[in-house]
């Protein structure tokens, strides 16, 4: 069973961290490029962007994240991990930085002009059953880049909610609310098939 790291700067780390381990996967927390470079995979949590790409910053993890994401390591990145997997945004806050790696332009807060936060089903390629979709401030992929397969699309608004390309997936919603394990079994089939 791989090792999945949980980036554990800022946001949900706890909740992933036991996802994760109700999947059996071994999931430890990552602040450190000694941490990081110990693991098969990693999880990028929601929370809020901006303090965790300052923070990277500040414990010297942003060039080796990215260094780790642009060399093939598997990233999840749900709601503001999604937003550090971009290559562009919008709506970012002044100078606000990414790890990228993902092909695509999302918008932060993008759902906010109509409601905060909803919650709601979602269809999502490969899964039998939708997800329970939980948004909070949440953003969408605006725009993807040819290599970048769409998942998920919002219902309502038919924006796009999950992504992925390579090794890289990406949802605007939070899989580790609740306890439905298959987005995080869908990452941990992505990180077994990469090693
Ligand atoms: N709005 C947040 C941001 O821009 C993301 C919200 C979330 O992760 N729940 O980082």
Do not use: Y
């Given at each position: 069973?791989?090792?999945?790291?949980?980036?554990?700067?800022?946001?949900?780390?706890?909740e992933?961290?036991?996802?994760?381990?109700?999947?059996?996967?071994?999931?430890?927390?990552?602040?450190?490029?000694?941490?990081?470079?110990?693991?098969?995979?990693?999880?990028?949590?929601?929370?809020?962007?901006?303090?965790?790409?300052?923070?990277?910053?500040?414990?010297?993890?942003?060039?080796?994240?990215?260094?780790?994401?642009?060399?093939?390591?598997?990233?999840?990145?749900?709601?503001?991990?999604?937003?550090?997997?971009a290559?562009?945004?919008?709506?970012?806050?002044?100078?606000?930085?990414?790890?990228?790696?993902?092909?695509?332009?999302?918008?932060?807060?993008?759902?906010?002009?109509?409601?905060?936060?909803?919650?709601?089903?979602?269809?999502?390629?490969?899964?039998?059953r939708?997800?329970?979709?939980?948004?909070?401030?949440?953003?969408?992929?605006?725009?993807?880049?040819?290599?970048?397969?769409?998942?998920?699309?919002?219902?309502?608004?038919?924006?796009?909610?999950?992504?992925?390309?390579?090794a890289l997936?990406?949802?605007?919603?939070?899989?580790?609310?609740?306890?439905?394990?298959?987005?995080?079994?869908?990452?941990?089939?992505?990180?077994?098939?990469?090693?």
């Open positions: 069973s791989p090792t999945i790291g949980v980036l554990a700067l800022q946001g949900d780390v706890r992933h961290v036991t996802a994760l381990e109700g999947l059996g996967v071994r999931a430890v927390t990552v602040r450190r490029p000694a941490e990081l470079d110990a693991v098969d995979g990693l999880v990028l949590p929601g929370g809020e962007s901006t303090t965790i790409v300052r923070l990277a910053r500040t414990f010297e993890l942003l060039e080796p994240l990215r260094a780790a994401v642009a060399g093939g390591l598997p990233a999840l990145g749900t709601c503001a991990g999604m937003i550090l997997l290559d562009r945004l919008l709506d970012a806050a002044a100078g606000q930085e990414t790890i990228g790696g993902l092909d695509v332009t999302v918008r932060r807060n993008a759902f906010g002009r109509q409601v905060d936060s909803f919650e709601g089903p979602v269809r999502v390629a490969g899964l039998d939708p997800v329970h979709g939980v948004f909070i401030r949440a953003p969408w992929v605006e725009e993807a880049g040819p290599d970048v397969e769409v998942l998920a699309r919002d219902e309502r608004t038919d924006r796009i909610v999950m992504v992925r390309q390579g997936m990406a949802t605007s919603f939070h899989p580790e609310v609740g306890d439905d394990p298959r987005i995080h079994a869908l990452f941990r089939e992505l990180v077994t098939h990469h090693a």
